[in-house]
């Protein structure tokens, strides 16, 4: 196991953060969303990168400790909750802050992990990328980036296709629908987001955080209203029958049979 289960360093005004948990796929535990929220809410660097370790970007919410969970939310996790006003807080972080963020998805990007992907204003994707909103196979909404800005830079049509379905696409379908800037070879993604940052770090900060807080004043929702609302869907929806039909598909390795209930 990992000694942490998230990773930041910095360099020249670059700072990268590594998930670290390459033994679950970078699943996401309380302790990984409040590392993430602490390095974007703390970080002084001019521009960030975002990767995993080993051969996931990000498989979501880890499904032992929180989706097959049914004890509450750490009391931490649920009073940063109320001070996003529902909204994720490593999501809040991530959607407020005025720092470029570059993500270089090294290998599935999936569920919360889809989320974590769209948050970045850049996406540069190894030919080895998968991209899946996959909340609805566990019988669950997304989070409030797959409703605010998956449809933004694929359209509507193609995002309803992929919240809808559940469906994988990879790192040239998703570069050909918009979703992702560049896609690299495994060996060169990294460094290419890397470049990609450098050159922004290197440029006059104030004039780039303008940029960044204009891009959200005018192409953004209200990111706490939308998280809200799909906080309080997901509430909902994770005591249905068919999200733990969900769950326990995933855990047992089975197709799941859903109900409606």
């Known amino acids: 196991m990992s000694e942490l289960e998230m990773l930041y360093e910095e360099k020249d005004h670059v700072g990268v953060i590594t998930l670290n948990r390459p033994e679950a796929m970078n699943a996401l535990t309380y302790q990984s969303y409040r590392l993430l929220e602490d390095y974007v809410r703390n970080s002084k660097a001019r521009a960030l990168v975002i990767t995993g370790s080993g051969r996931a970007f990000c498989s979501g919410d880890d499904v032992k400790q929180i989706l097959g969970s049914t004890a509450p939310a750490p009391t931490e996790f649920r009073d940063r ?14 959607l407020h802050t005025n720092i470029p963020v570059i993500a270089a998805v090294n290998g599935a990007a999936v569920g919360w992990g889809m989320e974590l992907a769209l948050m970045a204003d850049i996406r540069v994707a190894s030919e080895k990328a998968k991209f899946g909103e996959l909340f609805v196979l566990r019988g669950l909404c997304c989070d409030a980036p797959g409703l605010g800005r998956l449809a933004a830079l694929v359209g509507r049509e193609r995002a309803a296709e992929m919240l809808f379905t559940g469906d994988l696409i990879d790192a040239k379908t998703a570069q050909a629908i918009g979703l992702v800037s560049r896609v690299e070879s495994a060996e060169t993604f990294l460094e290419v987001a890397m470049g990609i940052a450098r050159k922004i770090a290197g440029n006059p900060p104030l004039a780039v955080q303008a940029l960044k807080e204009g ?17 309080e869907q997901i509430t909902r929806l994770r005591q249905t029958e068919d999200s733990k039909e969900g769950v326990r598909s995933f855990l047992e390795k089975r197709p799941a049979v859903y109900v409606g209930r």
């Open 81 to 94: 909750s109320k001070a996003t006003g529902g909204l994720t807080p490593a999501a809040d972080a991530l």
């Open 215 to 231: 891009l959200r004043r005018t192409v953004e929702p209200d990111w706490r209203d939308t998280g809200r609302w799909a906080i």
